[in-house]
């Protein structure tokens, strides 16, 4: 199906040298963002290619032995929480005189406020 | 990198700009023509790499050719969507033909005008006019020298179709170009 007739555009021949010139003629940054797509591609393969498991869990058994440790130390770390009642600071002599005190003074003002409501019945 | 990855990136390079220059003429601009060929060249590496070295030139454009169709549909709906919304007018609410606020086509980027020649120009133009299966056909045979068999199976169809694709696109190019070349 070739056309042999060198000055024939329409030949086969000649659309491919004009295909090949076209591809040879790219710009500069065009052919530089082609091979830094091959090299993404390239680098994909690679990755794949490397075993895909972590090393140092690769061993069978390490990976339910260290569950086993991890919750061994939580539990020795909650356990002795768990058990101990809550511990409050005790107060000293001067913060418990002060507290007593805001109690009586809300206790006074409640029985005065009671005896002003009797007075307005009566 | 050891013996495939050095064989993928031959084939690669083999066909990185061929591939561009196809999917130019397609109709791509220059930076979805690049996403196209980035996503097949990934595309081949993840599904197919570990398939015989002489099987990824048809895989590698059967997927070109996939992912060129993918944009394109995609173009369209984006198209057809920005066209409702627009209503076919501008914002001086003059009426304005669709087909203007479209983004342009890769022959009417002023780069690709004033880089190719009078020649090249109406060659692209006469293999962006073939229907999409003759240009396939026709650019995977003569500009790749893909096999008969290898064309077929890039296009997903029979050896006998790849064939009739190729002559019936010889046949317009010889009659389209005629009349720029003699």
Redesign the interface.
């Known amino acids: ?1 070739k056309d042999e007739h060198p000055q ?3 030949s ?1 021949d ?3 040298r ?10 500069p940054e ?2 530089a ?3 830094a ?2 090299r ?3 680098a ?3 990755a ?2 490397e075993p895909r498991r972590v090393p140092w869990l690769g061993m069978s058994g390490l990976l339910p032995a260290g569950g086993l440790l991890a919750a061994g130390v939580a539990a020795a770390i909650l356990w002795p929480v768990a058990q101990s009642p809550l511990q409050l600071p005790a107060l000293d002599d001067n913060e418990m005189a002060a507290a007593t005190e805001m109690e009586m003074l809300d206790e006074i003002e409640l029985i005065a406020w009671l005896l002003e409501q009797d007075a307005d019945v009566g | ?2 013996a ?2 050095a064989a ?2 031959r084939f ?2 083999s066909v ?3 591939a ?2 196809m999917t130019r003429i397609a109709g791509s601009n ?1 930076e979805d023509a ?1 996403d196209i ?2 996503n097949s ?2 595309q ?3 599904k197919y ?1 570990h398939k015989p070295e002489e099987e990824w030139a048809p895989l590698f454009y059967r997927i070109l050719k996939n992912r060129t169709t993918d944009f394109y549909r995609r173009s369209a709906r984006q198209n057809r969507l920005f066209t409702f919304m627009l209503s076919a007018r501008n914002q001086d609410n003059e009426v304005v033909d669709a087909s203007e606020m479209h983004a342009g086509r890769a022959s009417d980027e002023p ?1 690709n005008r004033s ?2 020649d009078a ?2 120009q109406a ?2 133009a006469s293999l962006a006019q073939l229907p999409p299966r003759q240009c396939q056909a026709f ?1 995977l045979r ?2 790749e020298g893909l096999s008969v068999d290898d064309t077929a199976k890039a296009m997903n169809c029979s050896a006998g179709s790849v064939k009739t694709h190729y ?1 019936r696109a ?1 046949h317009a ?2 009659k389209r ?2 009349a ?3």
């Open positions: 199906m024939d555009p329409a086969i000649a659309i491919e004009n295909l090949r010139r076209q591809e040879e003629a790219l710009p065009v052919n963002r082609l091979a797509a091959r993404d591609a390239v994909r393969m690679a794949q290619d | 990198m050891n495939s990855q993928m990136n690669l390079a990185e700009k061929r561009f220059a220059t690049l060929v980035q060249m990934l081949l590496v993840e790499a780069e880089s190719l020649a090249s060659l692209n650019l003569t500009w002559f010889v190019l010889r170009l005629g720029h070349w003699s």
